[in-house]
C-alpha cells in the first residue's frame, strides 16, 4: 500500500523547535514533489513547504520562510521538516503530502498533491 506517515508534533513553547518527519512506503515516491501543508481551526488547508524530487528546489510560504526547513533523504524515503523559531500563530494539524509529478510546477493547491498523511499536531504556546 501507499501510505504516508507523519510523526514530530507535539507541544512547544514560542521560540521552540520541533522537527516533523513524514516516512513513505512506495520506493517511487522520491522520486516526487512532496511538501508540507498545515490546516489550523476555521481556515484553509494552506501549503507550508515544498520540495521537489532531487531536493534541489524548495518553496516556502512566507509566513515561515527562514523559520522552517524541508528536507528529504530519497534512500529512506522520508521527508523532514525543521520548524524553528516557533510563534503561536504556527499551531495547526501539519500534513505531509506527495504529488504524481517529479516536479512540484508552481502548483501549491492541496487539491494538485495526490496522496496524504493523516497528520501530526503542532502546538505553540506563548
Known amino acids: 500500500q501507499v501510505q504516508l506517515v507523519e510523526s514530530g508534533g507535539g507541544s512547544v513553547q514560542a521560540g521552540g523547535s520541533l522537527r516533523l518527519s513524514c516516512a513513505a512506503s512506495g520506493y517511487i515516491y522520491n522520486w516526487v514533489c512532496m511538501g508540507w501543508f498545515r490546516q489550523a481551526p476555521g481556515k484553509e488547508r494552506e501549503a507550508v513547504a515544498t520540495?521537489?524530487?532531487?531536493?534541489?528546489?524548495?518553496s516556502y510560504a512566507e509566513s515561515v520562510k527562514g523559520r522552517f526547513t524541508i528536507s528529504r533523504d530519497n534512500a529512506k524515503n522520508a521527508l523532514n521538516l525543521q520548524m524553528d523559531s516557533l510563534k503561536p500563530e504556527d499551531t495547526a494539524m501539519y500534513y505531509c503530502a506527495a504529488k504524481s509529478f517529479k516536479l512540484c510546477g508552481g502548483d501549491y493547491r492541496s487539491t494538485a498533491f495526490t496522496y496524504w498523511g493523516q497528520g501530526t499536531q503542532v502546538t505553540v504556546s506563548s
Open positions: 520540495i521537489d524530487s532531487g531536493g534541489a528546489t524548495t
